[in-house]
């Protein structure tokens, strides 16, 4: 009976160590002693909230089947654009602790807008305004699991006096909870490059090209560390880092602050509170240039937009002139 005990265990053991990663088990939920380093509120280092809510989401979703990948990736969007260095501020995390490896590199943050009856835009440094309504172009904090890729023509570029073909891939995510209409909202991430269009020319080989046999041509405009339509954004060299990592292997995304965190830190400020006496967590750069966040729920925004989008105007269908 004793042996029979011993094989059963064996066998639950072999079935739980080939379902979950060794090295992650072992882990268990405290933070090793190598990553402990990187955790701070200085340059390149990822705040205590953010990795211990990244850390946790990632094990969640490990446990229960959901990702496999040994990384996992967290954002911090409180972060200011710009680092004391005058470099692109970091304020995206890649955490493979397997490997003891800890990268923080740039990112942007949604930009919003300023309507009549609202102005919920965020200004390039720091990001005060936070949302989930479709059509805000804000960002919304919380958790997310990468999805599938897609790739798209945008159109033809110059460089090195040649035109190029320019295409963009989009990593989808899967949200949950207050993130959960992340796909009704587009929100996802990519390069922080877009080309600008000027015109349009005759390509009729370009698989490509319109009905006519034209394509749009236009300027590549590099936007890294800068404001969004809402998405997450990387430099060009950071995403093919960040894209091969999750092609085909999904993982988990966090990004800070929710909007419990942001409506917190809104009261302590009104107060006169100290953030961290009252145990929250915001850039004290950021906050010191916004004064408070605001987050905008859904329920409250989102009659707003829709009113702004009916009352514009039917614009006539624009074509792009023929470049000369």
């Not at 066998?11 to 939920?29: E, N, R, S």
């Not at 490997?99 to 609202?118: E, W």
């Not at 999750?246 to 006169?272: C, F, H, M, Q, W």
Request: aromatic share 10%.
């Amino acid at each position: 009976m004793k042996s029979l005990r011993l094989a059963a265990a064996a066998m639950i053991i072999g079935a739980l160590t080939g379902a979950f990663p060794t090295q992650t088990i072992a882990q268990g939920t405290e933070i090793p002693a190598w990553l402990q380093k990187h955790v701070g509120t200085g340059d390149g280092q990822i705040a205590p909230v953010i990795l211990q809510r990244a850390r946790a989401l990632y094990l969640q979703k490990l446990r229960r089947g959901v990702v496999s990948n040994p990384c996992y990736l967290a954002k911090d969007a409180t972060r200011p654009s710009t680092a004391p260095s005058g470099k692109p501020g970091r304020r995206f995390y890649i955490i493979c602790e397997s490997k003891k490896s800890f990268r923080a590199v740039s990112s942007g943050y949604g930009n919003g807008r300023k309507l009549r009856r609202a102005d919920f835009s965020n200004g390039r440094q720091c990001a005060k305004n936070f949302s989930n309504a479709e059509g805000s172009k804000l960002t919304m904090g919380g958790s997310y699991v990468t999805a599938e890729t897609r790739t798209s023509f945008k159109g033809y570029y110059r460089q090195s006096g040649k035109r190029r073909p320019f295409h963009r891939t989009f990593l989808l995510f899967d949200g949950e909870g207050e993130t959960e209409n992340a796909r009704e909202r587009a929100i996802g991430g990519h390069p922080a490059v877009f080309l600008k269009w000027q015109c349009r020319y005759k390509n009729p080989s370009s698989p490509n090209a319109d009905s006519e046999g034209y394509v749009p041509y236009g300027e590549l405009v590099n936007y890294t560390g800068g404001r969004s339509n809402g998405c997450t954004t990387w430099s060009p060299s950071d995403s093919r880092e960040i894209l091969a990592l999750v092609e085909g292997n999904p993982t988990t995304l966090y990004i800070y602050p929710e909007s419990g965190d942001i409506n917190a830190v809104a009261r302590a400020v009104k107060k006169g509170s100290s953030l961290s006496r009252s145990g929250l967590y915001w850039n004290a750069a950021c906050l010191n240039a916004i004064g408070a966040p605001k987050f905008w729920p859904k329920n409250k925004l989102q009659p707003i937009i829709n009113e702004w989008r009916r009352s514009l105007p039917k614009q006539p269908t624009r074509q792009l002139p023929i470049c000369k």
